[in-house]
C-alpha cells in the first residue's frame, strides 16, 4: 500500500486529484475478499490491485474482465492467473514474489543463526498454492540442513491459534511463516509466543521483524507495491495487462532484529551480519 | 504612350531581377549548407550521446566484473578453510552487487567448489565437472569472459560473466548478473525531451530499454534497418523508423567486449525543431532582403530614368521651336554634357 502510493506519486498522480484509492482488507479469507471486490466493483472501480494469491482468486473470480495488477504471488501460472509468464494473455498481470522458491534460502539462514535449531514448525492453509509450494520447497530442504519439518495444517484463524498453543521450546526448535495469508495475519500472535517460549522465527516480510520477529529474508513489499504504481501507469494508458510480463523481484532483503536475538540468547554469527541488509538494533 | 514608364520600367525590371536572383542564389546556398552543418551536427551530436550511453552501460558492468575481482584478493587470517573464506567473500559480494544473483567457484581442475545464491540454498563441494563448460574455458586464458544474454523464468534477462577468481587455490569465479539492473541505468540516460536510449544484443534482440515490458517480452528488433545496419546487414541512415513507426533521429555505439550495441533515438521532430527554425530565419531574412532590394531597385530605375526624360522632354521643346529653355541635367555623367550641348544649340 505504502509503496503503490509512493509509485504513483513517483509517475506525477496526485491523490485525490488524478486517482482515488479505494482500500479493502481482505484479511487471507476468500469471502470476505469477494464481498470488498463486488463493493468496489459497484464504486466503479477501473483498476484493481490486489495483493495475496487468495485476494488475487477472490477479485479475479468477481471482477469480471477489469484489469487486476496482482502482487505478492508466489505461483501465478499454477494459480491460473496467466497464461505464461511473458504473455499472462487475460485481463491480470502483475508481480511474483518468489517467496516459495525462497524458502529453502529462509531455512538455511535460519539454521546459520540458530545452529542447534533441529524441528522446525510450519503452520499453513494446504489449499493455498503458495503456501503448499513453500511446503514443498522446505521438505527438500530441511535434510540438507539436517533438520526436520513439523507440518501443521490450518483453515482459519482459531486453528492457527490452536497451532500456537502447541509450540513449546521442547518440540519445536523454531518456526518458519510461510507466505500464508491467513498465518501472516497473525503474525503479532506469533511473535508474542516466539518470546514466551524462546523460540525464534523465519519471516520473509520486513514489517515483523520491525515488530520484534528474530529475522526475514524476502522482496521489499513496498518495492512491489511501488512496481504495481508503473503496472497502474501503463494500464491508465492504454496498456493490455494480458500484455505486461509479469515480473519478479529483483531484491531480496535479510532484516535481523538484534534485540531479539539478544531475548532469545543467540549471538549472531559474522557470515549473517556481512550480508544482513538491515539490523534493527 | 508614355516613354518614361518604360524606360523606368525596364531598369526597375532588370535590376530587381540580377538583384534578386543573386539575393536567392546566395540565400539558397546558405540554406543548403547550414541544413546541412546542422544535421549533421544534430546526428554527431547524437552519435556522442551513444557512445557516452555505451560507456556508462560498460562502466557498469565492469563495475561488477571489478566487485567480482575483489573476492580474489588475499584474505586476511589465512589458517582458515579456503572455501570457508571465499563463500564469506561471495556473500560480501551479494551484498555490495545487488544485480548478481548467484556466484560460483570452480577449482582449478574444473570442479564445483561452490554455489552462493540469493534465491537458492548454498552448495558446497557439489564437485561437478564444468571444465568443458565455455563459462569456464572462456575464463581459463586469464581474461573475463562475458555469455549472450539468456532469459531466466522466460521473462528475466541475465548474464554470465566469469573470470579467474585468483586468492588461494586459484580457479574460476561464474556470477550471474541480471540484467534489470542495467535497465536503470538506461532509464537514466536522457536524450532530450522524448528521446530514449536502448541496447540490443548481437542478435538484435531487446536486452535494456527504459520501458522493461519490452524487454522481459524479448522483443526482436533485428527488423528495424538502424539495427540492421548496426549489425552489418544493409544501409544505416541518421533518419529511420523506431519500434512503435516513428521517424526518429537515431544513432549507435558499441560495447565490443560484450557485443552489444547502444542506441540512441530522439523524435525528428524534437530533433530538427533548431534546424527548421534556423531555416525559418534564414527564410525571413531572404524576404526582407527581397522587399528592400526591389524599393531600392524603384529608387535607382527612377534616379537612371529621370535626365533621360528630362532630356527627351527638352530636345521636344527645342524641336518645337522654343529656344531660350534650359534643360536642367545634373548628374555628372555624359547626360549632363549632352544636356549642355542641347543648351548650347539655339545660340549657334
Known amino acids: 500500500m505504502v509503496g503503490l502510493r509512493q509509485g504513483l506519486k513517483d509517475l506525477g498522480y496526485v491523490e485525490g486529484r488524478d486517482f482515488v484509492l479505494e482500500i479493502r482488507a481482505g484479511r487471507g479469507q476468500y469471502s470476505t475478499a469477494s464481498d470488498a471486490t463486488q463493493e468496489l466493483i459497484k464504486a466503479q472501480v477501473q483498476i484493481f490491485v490486489s495483493a495475496g494469491t487468495i485476494a488475487t482468486k477472490a477479485v479475479k473470480e468477481a471482477a469480471g474482465n477489469l484489469p487486476i495488477v496482482f502482487t505478492q504471488v508466489g505461483e501465478p501460472i499454477s494459480a491460473g492467473f496467466v497464461k505464461s509468464m511473458r504473455q499472462p494473455g487475460g485481463n491480470l498481470t502483475g508481480f511474483s514474489h518468489l517467496l516459495p522458491e525462497t524458502t529453502g534460502k529462509r531455512l538455511e539462514l535460519l539454521k546459520e543463526l540458530v545452529p542447534a535449531c533441529r524441528t522446525v514448525l510450519v503452520i499453513f492453509d494446504p489449499k493455498n498454492p503458495s503456501s ?56 503479532e500472535r506469533i511473535i508474542e509466543k516466539s518470546r514466551q517460549k524462546l523460540v525464534p522465527v523465519m519471516f520473509h516480510e520486513v514489517t515483523w521483524v520491525e515488530r520484534g520477529g528474530l529475522a526475514s529474508y524476502g522482496p521489499s513489499f513496498v518495492d512491489l507495491g511501488r512496481q504495481a504504481a508503473r503496472y497502474v501507469d501503463k494500464i491508465r494508458k492504454g496498456a493490455k495487462p494480458g500484455q505486461l510480463p509479469v515480473e519478479q523481484p529483483t531484491k531480496f532483503e535479510l532484516v535481523i532484529n538484534k534485540r531479539t536475538a539478544k531475548a532469545l540468547g543467540i549471538t549472531i554469527p559474522q557470515s549473517i551480519l556481512v550480508r544482513a541488509d538491515r539490523v534493527i538494533e | ?10 531598369y526597375a525590371f532588370f535590376i530587381i531581377a540580377l538583384v534578386s536572383a543573386a539575393l536567392l542564389a546566395s540565400g539558397g546556398v546558405s540554406l543548403y549548407f547550414s541544413y546541412r552543418e546542422n544535421q549533421e551536427h544534430l546526428v554527431t551530436l547524437q552519435r556522442e550521446k551513444a557512445l557516452a550511453a555505451a560507456t556508462r552501460i560498460e562502466q557498469y558492468i565492469s563495475d561488477i566484473e571489478h566487485q567480482l575481482g575483489w573476492t580474489a584478493l588475499p584474505q586476511v587470517g ?152 548496426a549489425r552489418g546487414e544493409g544501409e544505416g541512415a541518421p533518419i529511420a523508423r523506431n519500434l512503435k513507426g516513428e521517424d526518429v533521429l537515431t544513432a549507435h555505439a ?52 529621370n535626365p533621360i526624360r528630362a532630356l527627351q522632354q527638352g530636345a521636344a521643346r527645342i524641336g518645337a521651336g522654343n529656344l531660350d529653355q534650359r534643360i536642367e541635367v545634373h548628374t555628372g555623367d555624359e547626360l549632363e554634357a549632352l544636356s549642355e550641348h542641347f543648351n548650347k544649340m539655339p545660340a549657334i
Open chain 2, 78 to 229: 589465512t589458517g582458515a578453510n579456503p572455501v570457508e573464506q571465499r563463500r564469506y567473500e561471495y556473500l560480501k559480494l551479494l551484498r555490495q552487487a545487488p544485480a548478481i544473483t548467484e556466484v560460483v567457484w570452480i577449482d582449478a581442475s574444473g570442479r564445483e567448489q561452490l554455489r552462493v545464491s540469493r534465491l537458492a540454498m548454498d552448495v558446497v563441494g557439489a564437485g561437478t565437472n564444468y571444465s568443458k563448460d565455455p563459462k569456464v574455458a572462456g575464463a581459463k586464458a586469464g581474461k573475463t569472459w562475458y555469455s549472450p544474454v539468456y532469459f531466466r523464468k522466460e521473462t528475466e534477462p541475465y548474464m554470465t560473466i566469469s573470470r579467474p577468481a585468483g586468492g588461494a587455490g586459484g580457479g574460476i569465479t561464474i556470477a550471474e548478473v541480471n540484467l534489470k539492473f542495467v535497465w536503470e541505468v538506461v532509464s537514466r540516460i536522457r536524450i532530450g525531451k522524448a528521446g530514449l536510449a536502448y541496447v540490443v544484443n548481437s542478435e538484435g534482440t531487446l536486452i535494456a530499454h527504459p520501458d522493461i515490458s519490452l524487454v522481459l517480452q524479448k522483443t526482436d528488433l533485428s527488423k528495424l534497418t538502424q539495427v540492421a545496419a
Open chain 2, 1 to 10: 504612350m508614355t516613354p518614361r514608364w518604360r524606360l523606368f520600367g525596364k
Open chain 1, 132 to 187: 503448499e509450494e513453500a511446503v514443498a520447497v522446505a521438505r527438500n530442504s530441511v535434510t540438507r540442513l539436517s533438520m526436520r519439518l513439523r507440518e501443521r495444517h490450518i483453515k482459519n484463524n482459531n486453528e492457527v491459534m490452536q497451532a500456537l498453543e502447541e509450540v513449546d521450546g521442547k518440540t519445536t526448535d523454531a518456526i518458519l511463516v510461510v507466505p500464508d495469508s491467513v498465518v501472516v495475519n497473525l503474525g
Open chain 2, 254 to 305: 558499441g560495447i565490443p567486449t560484450l557485443n552489444w550495441t547502444v542506441f540512441v533515438e530522439l523524435p525528428l521532430a524534437e530533433a530538427f525543431a533548431p534546424l527548421y527554425a534556423s531555416i525559418l530565419r534564414i527564410g525571413l531574412l531572404l524576404l526582407a532582403g527581397l522587399v528592400l532590394s526591389m524599393l531600392a531597385s524603384v529608387y535607382l530605375a527612377r534616379l537612371m530614368a
